[in-house]
């Protein structure tokens, strides 16, 4: 069974930080790119950051200087660190696993977790 179990969310004052946490289970972790997504209500899903198993970053741009992805592949875990959270960072954070296998004709596997709430208001 694959569970992606975040934690970390929670009710911050504009410019605080807050940092996610993703723990994978049932995966071949370091295989796997990890991502966060947020979603806000009545918005599109927007992926936030990735990274590879190689290490190499992405972010988008709203918190690229801001938020920081890292991995540590010996505790099968994800981290998202956001600092100066603005309150358009308010969103549901969904952890991502993602396996796309190079070469042809092999499927790929796809991931959630259950999302956390994070709240940046005054």
């Known amino acids: 069974q694959v569970q992606l179990v975040e934690s970390g969310g929670g009710l911050v004052q504009p410019g605080g930080s807050l940092r996610l946490s993703c723990a994978a289970s049932?995966?071949?972790?370091?295989?796997?790119?990890m991502g966060w997504y947020r979603q806000a209500p009545g918005k599109q899903r927007e992926l936030v950051a990735t990274?590879?198993?190689?290490?190499?970053?992405t972010y988008a741009d709203s918190v690229k200087g801001r938020f920081t992805i890292s991995r540590d592949n010996a505790k099968n875990t994800v981290y998202l660190q956001m600092n100066s959270l603005k309150p358009e960072d308010t969103a549901v954070y969904y952890c991502n696993a993602n396996w796309r296998p190079s070469g042809s004709g092999s499927a790929a596997l796809d991931y959630w977790g259950q999302g956390t709430q994070v709240t940046v208001s005054a």
């Open positions: 990274i590879f198993s190689d290490g190499r970053t």
């Open positions: 049932g995966i071949f972790f370091s295989a796997f790119a």
